[in-house]
């Protein structure tokens, strides 16, 4: 059964950078696209960003596209956002998923494409 975790989420100012890690374990990811959402208090799910299996292909959410890069590392088991520029509004929970299929062709943004999904790790970033 693999596992994810999320780290990296801290209180940073606007304006600032931050880069936050999900460790799978239990099983090999690397043959799996892999995608970020985040959820704000009150809010549903957004999608932020998904990376293609063997990192030919990537997409992003419109709220933080040309502020955010996601990357993996298929040999460690990792994924990466690394978020620039960093807004009040981009304050959530950050969630790092797996998806469903393997081998797939387009990254997605669907959440219900994805089935496995961290605990999650808090970003609050200050005015």
């Known amino acids: 059964q693999v596992q994810l975790v999320e780290s990296g989420g801290r209180l940073v100012k606007a304006g600032g950078s931050l880069r936050l890690s999900c460790a799978a374990s239990g099983q090999d990811i690397s043959t799996y696209a892999m995608a970020w959402f985040r959820q704000a208090p009150g809010l549903d799910r957004e999608f932020v960003a998904s990376i293609r299996w063997d990192h030919g292909r990537t997409a992003y959410g419109d709220s933080m596209k040309d502020r955010s890069t996601i990357s993996r590392d298929n040999a460690n088991n990792m994924v990466y956002l690394q978020m620039y520029n960093l807004r009040s509004e981009d304050t959530a929970v950050y969630f790092c998923?797996?998806?469903?299929?393997?081998?797939?062709?387009?990254?997605?943004?669907?959440?219900?494409?994805?089935?496995?999904w961290g605990q999650g790790t808090q970003v609050t970033v200050s005015l």
């Open positions: 998923a797996r998806s469903i299929r393997q081998y797939g062709i387009v990254p997605t943004s669907s959440p219900g494409d994805y089935d496995v």
